[in-house]
C-alpha cells in the first residue's frame, strides 16, 4: 500500500474517532471560517460537517450565540486559550449545559485559527444542581482543599452561609479565616491543622461573622484523603449552619427545665399539702366536730350546755381559729410562691413603722412569749409592702422557733443606707456544705428541719418577696456551733437633705402619723 494511501486510511480512522467522539471538535482559521468539523456538530446544530464546512462561525451558532462567545472567539485569535460555560438550545429543542475549549493553533508565532472542543455537561449541573438544593435545604456547603496551595474549591452553599457573592468576592482560605469569629478563630484553623498533620477527620463547632455583621453558628467538618505515599492529598469538608438548629435545641431544653422545675414544684406542692395543711385541717376538724357533737347531744340546762364549760367551748374555738390562720398563712405562701414563679410580684409599696410591724407580726404568729426584740437605733420606717414584710417575717421567726433553740430574738440595725432586721437564735445553724442550696426553691437544711419537716420554699420565697421590694435575705453562721442569724436588709427612707424642703404627706390607713417626703430646693 502506497505512502498517500496509508495516510487516507490514518486520517479516515482518525475522523471515525473524532466523530464518535460524545463532544463537538471543530477547527476554524484565522477568519472564523470551519475548516473541519465532526459529526456532534449536525447533531446539535442540524448541519453536516460538509454543509458547515467554509462557513463563518456565526452563521453556524446564530447571531444570539454568537454575540455572546466573541470575545472568547477574539480571544483565541490573540493567542490566548478559553474555557467558558455556555446555556445552549440545540435542534431538538432541549436546553443543555455546556463547557467549551477554544485553543489557539500557533505555528512559528502566529495564530492560524483555534481549535473546538464543546462538550455536553448537562447531567454534571444538573447533579450540581439538585446538590446545591439539597445543600441550601440543608444549610450546608462543601468543600476541598489541596495541601500546600491556595487552591481551594467551596460549593454555592459556603458562600451562602457566609453571606457572600460567589461572583464577586474569590474565597480563598486565607478569606475565610477573617469571618470567623476572633474568639473561635484558633480553634477552628488548629482542627485544620491537626487534620493536615494526623490524616484524622474532625468536627469543630465555631461562629462566624458575616460582611453585614450578623453571627452565625456553624459546624466544621474535614476529612483527608491520603495520597499513595500514605501523605495527604487533599481534603474534603463541609460546613453547615446550625444557628437556628442550636436556638430549638436551646429553646427546647429551657421549656424541659421550666417542664420539669414545674413537676418537681407540683409534686413538692403536693407532698407539702398532704403534710403541712392536713395538720392543721385536723384541729379545725376535730374541734369543729367536737362542738358540733356537744351541741347536738345537750341537754338543756338554763339553756347552757350541760358537758362543756364556756372555757371549755372557748379553747376549742380558738385552737380551730389558730389552726385556721397557719392554714391561710400556708395558702398565702402558695399563692405568693405562684407569683414569685410567674413573674407577676408588684410590690404594693407603703410608709410602715418597722417597730409596730415587728410586734404585731410576733403577736399574730403566736411568740410574743418565746421571741424577744431589741429595735435598737433601726426601728425606722420603711417603704415596703405590708403583706410581703409579714410574711417575711413569719417565715424568718416561725422557722427560728421550730428548727432554733432558744433563745430567739428579732433586732434592728441602721446600716449605711438601709435597715437590717436580724432574726438569731442558739441552734446548731445550717450546715456550710447546705449554704449554697439555702435560698433555692423546696431546699431542706440542717438535721432539725429534716427531721421536724416543712415546706422547703420558705426562705426562698422570703428572699424572692424581699428582692421585689428593693431588699434582701442573707444567712450569716455563729463564731462556733451555736448561734447565727437570718436578715433582712431593706433601703432606708433618705432623710431630709440641707437646704431642702418638706412636703407634708397624709396619714396612712391604721393610724400612722404624717411623714415628711424630701423635695429639692
Known sequence: MSSARQDQERLRGLLRVVDNLPAMIAYWDEDARNVVANASYEEWFGLSPGEIRGRHISQVLGPDVYLKNLPYIQGALRGEPQLFDRTLVNQAGRTRHTLASYVPDVVDGVVRGFFVLVTDVTPRVELQRVMDEAQALAKLGSWDLVPGTSAVTWSRGVYAILGLDPSAEPLELSTLWKYIHPADRHRAQASLEEALQTGLPYQVDYRIVRPDGSAREVVGRGRPILGPDGEVAHVTGTLQDVTETNELARELARTNADLRQANDLNADVIAMLGHDIRSPLGVVRFNLELLDREWSDRDRVDGELADMSEEQRRACVSRARQASAHLVMLVDRILALSSIDSGRVSPARERIDLARAITETVDEIGLTDSVSADF????????????????????????????????????????????????????????????????TRFARTGL??????????????????????????????????????????????????????????????????????????
Open 448 to 521: 432539725r428541719q429534716a427531721a421536724v419537716g416543712g415546706t422547703g420554699f420558705g426562705l426562698y420565697m422570703a428572699r424572692q418577696l424581699a428582692e421585689a421590694n428593693g431588699g434582701t435575705v442573707t444567712y450569716h453562721p455563729g463564731r462556733d456551733e451555736h448561734g447565727h442569724e437570718f436578715t433582712l436588709t431593706v433601703p432606708a427612707i433618705p432623710a431630709i437633705a440641707s437646704g431642702g424642703m418638706a412636703e407634708w404627706v397624709p396619714p396612712f390607713a391604721g393610724g400612722l402619723d404624717g411623714a415628711v417626703h424630701f423635695v429639692a430646693p
Open 376 to 439: 435598737g437605733d433601726g426601728a425606722d420606717a420603711i417603704m415596703f409592702d405590708r403583706v410581703h414584710l409579714n410574711q417575711i417575717l413569719t417565715n424568718l421567726l416561725t422557722n427560728a422557733v421550730r428548727y432554733g433553740e432558744a433563745p430567739v430574738g428579732i433586732s434592728t440595725r441602721r446600716e449605711v443606707g438601709n435597715i437590717a432586721i436580724s432574726v438569731t437564735d442558739a441552734g446548731r445553724g445550717v450546715p456550710v456544705d447546705q449554704v449554697p442550696q439555702l435560698f
